[in-house]
């Protein structure tokens, strides 16, 4: 596919607007196809470090084996396996993301999610709860592996939300998500689906509110190759993170940052929705280097 320059314009303005935009089309069905069957086949082959199937969850009387047992998340693929590393530095997401951003980004992070049919989803929360970049954000590439709707657990965005500083973590339904924390979201403020075609890619801001539902198909996996990446002025990101790569693979000296601090709750002041920064006593479920999840 051929990026114009007007495309990108554009890319970087919707982007700027809403905190995301939908690159369609960005790979091709014959690099999806190579994708699945590369992932399915490590996925095969056996367990891997970070794999994550999710937090236990109470199953009450349904005695139905939890799909992510069999298909756990994977993670940081790039540090051993080289198509994930390539994918990662992909020049057409630099170049999508450099429009965007005025600066080319560092790249952190791979995820490789099989969501299943009958998979649960992954509760609202903004990545850079996780990353900790300072100073600015981070921002992440979803690839759509296969085509996905509200049935199989696309995902779900809060257009805007990415203006609003990091918001105080509760709990998570753990019967419909597989992470255990997510951002309460006002009711005025819209969660919306964002329906892809496999190849189509998701560019979204570290900020914005954003997650997925369980995949209530019978029969379709959802599966989504992600990476993150931080913007390019950054100086320090979480441990977890390192070590950190420019967009031509070789390294970066980045600090480390910790996480903690301020975040944002929900209050109401003289009738209007307002956000009051507090430093919670115990932030729930934050460990100094949060390993699970961005
Ligand atoms: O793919 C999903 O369901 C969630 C992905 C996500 O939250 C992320 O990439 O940060």
């Not at 965007?100 to 709860?129: C, E, N, W």
């Not at 296969?146 to 509760?170: F, K, R, W, Y």
């Not at 369980?214 to 390192?242: C, M, Q, W």
Request: charged letters at 20%; hydrophobic letters at 35%; proline letters at 7%.
């Amino acid at each position: 596919m051929t990026l114009s320059h007007n495309d990108l314009l554009r890319y970087a303005a919707d982007y700027q607007r809403d905190g995301f935009v939908v690159v369609r089309g960005l790979f091709s069905s014959q690099e999806v196809a190579h994708y699945i069957d590369h992932f399915m086949e490590l996925r095969r082959q056996g367990s891997h470090e970070g794999d994550f199937a999710g937090v236990p969850f109470d199953t009450g009387d349904n005695h139905t084996p939890d799909p992510l047992q069999q298909y756990p998340r994977m993670i940081h693929m790039h540090r051993w396996d080289d198509a994930s590393l390539r994918w990662m530095i992909d020049q057409r997401i630099d170049t999508v993301m450099s429009a965007i951003l005025g600066i080319s980004p560092y790249a952190v992070q791979t995820m490789l999610y099989f969501k299943p049919p009958g998979a649960r989803g992954q509760a609202l929360h903004q990545d850079q709860y996780y990353l900790r970049v300072q100073p600015g954000t981070c921002m992440a590439a979803w690839l759509a592996l296969d085509d996905c709707d509200e049935a199989n657990g696309c995902m779900q965005i809060v257009p805007g939300s990415h203006n609003l500083p990091l918001l105080c973590t509760v709990p998570a339904d753990t019967t419909q998500s597989f992470t255990d924390v997510m951002v309460p979201v006002p009711e005025d403020m819209p969660v919306a689906p964002v329906v892809m075609r496999a190849g189509d890619m998701l560019f979204f801001n570290g900020q914005l509110i954003h997650g997925s539902f369980p995949n209530t198909s019978n029969d379709r996996f959802r599966r989504s190759l992600i990476g993150h990446y931080i913007v390019g002025e950054a100086e320090k990101v979480a441990k977890y993170y390192h070590p950190v790569m420019r967009m031509d693979g070789s390294e970066v000296t980045l600090g480390v940052s910790k996480s903690g601090g301020e975040c944002g709750v929900w209050v109401d002041q003289d009738g209007e929705r307002a956000i009051e920064m507090t430093t919670p006593q115990r932030r729930t479920a934050v460990a100094e280097d949060p390993p699970l999840i961005a």
